[in-house]
């Protein structure tokens, strides 16, 4: 079935880094944008990243630009988020996510349709 | 930047009873960009709504969607102790923006 399995969470020192992996199955993981979205404890849905299905476009939000960095290996299905300059404020649960992008009535939909169950990412000294 | 605003923060209702919660985005939006999303206590985020109208895969019909330009309604009909969770609005502008979402209790 379609699944997004994240790994590489954990607990890291301020400035200190962190690799996020997160693996697809299930579907023709080419022909999706995918991203990252975090939640801090007790806090809302905040957007990270997203990469384009090749590869070549990726954008961030201004809280992560300049520290944090997308790619993906669309020959091993998977999307990665490299965290550097780490801080306190990004202790989160990061969640992979598929964006869908349908032709429905004349109108393009865009919307997220599969999450991973996210992983935890601490960051305190 | 499109900012999404939710209201209520939270709602407390019986089962059985209908649930309208808001999202009043900053600017005009295309409805097709709007989404809905419902988040149970200790779950992963769940598309329910997509386009401002239509229903995700697997969602009750007692949920429902309308809107347009600044205004969106998130309705939830005949609600369920199941319905008890955070539900959140969502815009895509070359960018996600969220709402910082409504709690809906079930008493």
């Known amino acids: 079935q379609v699944q997004l399995v994240e790994s590489g969470g954990g607990l890291v020192k301020p400035g200190g880094s962190l690799r996020l992996s997160c693996a697809a199955s299930?579907?023709?993981?080419?022909?999706?944008?995918m991203g990252w979205i975090r939640q801090a404890p007790g806090k809302g849905l905040e957007w990270v990243s997203y990469?384009?299905?090749?590869?070549?476009?990726?954008d961030s939000a201004d809280s992560v630009k300049g520290r944090f960095t997308i790619s993906r290996d669309n020959a091993k299905h998977s999307v990665f988020l490299q965290m550097n300059s780490l801080r306190v404020e990004d202790t989160a649960v990061y969640y992979c996510?598929?964006?869908?992008?349908?032709?429905?009535?004349?109108?393009?939909?865009?919307?997220?349709?599969?999450w991973g169950r996210g992983t935890a990412v601490s960051v305190s000294s | 930047d499109i900012v999404l605003t939710q209201s209520p923060s939270t709602l407390s209702l019986s089962p059985g009873e209908r649930a309208t919660l808001s999202c009043r985005a900053s600017?005009?939006?295309?409805?097709?960009?709007l989404a809905w999303y419902q988040q149970r206590r200790g779950h992963t985020p769940r598309l329910i709504i997509h386009?401002?109208?239509t229903t995700a895969p697997g969602i009750p019909d007692r949920f429902s969607g309308s809107g347009s330009e600044t205004d969106f309604t998130l309705t939830i009909n005949r609600l369920e102790p199941e319905d008890s969770a955070v539900y959140y609005c969502?815009?895509?502008?070359?960018?996600?923006?969220f709402g910082q979402g409504t709690k809906v209790e079930i008493k």
């Open positions: 969502q815009h895509y502008d070359n960018s996600w923006t």
């Open positions: 990469i384009s299905s090749s590869g070549s476009y990726t």
């Open positions: 600017q005009s939006i295309s409805f097709s960009y």
């Open positions: 299930g579907f023709t993981f080419t022909d999706y944008y």
């Open positions: 996510v598929r964006e869908r992008r349908d032709l429905i009535k004349g109108y393009y939909h865009y919307y997220l349709d599969v």
């Open positions: 386009g401002a109208f």
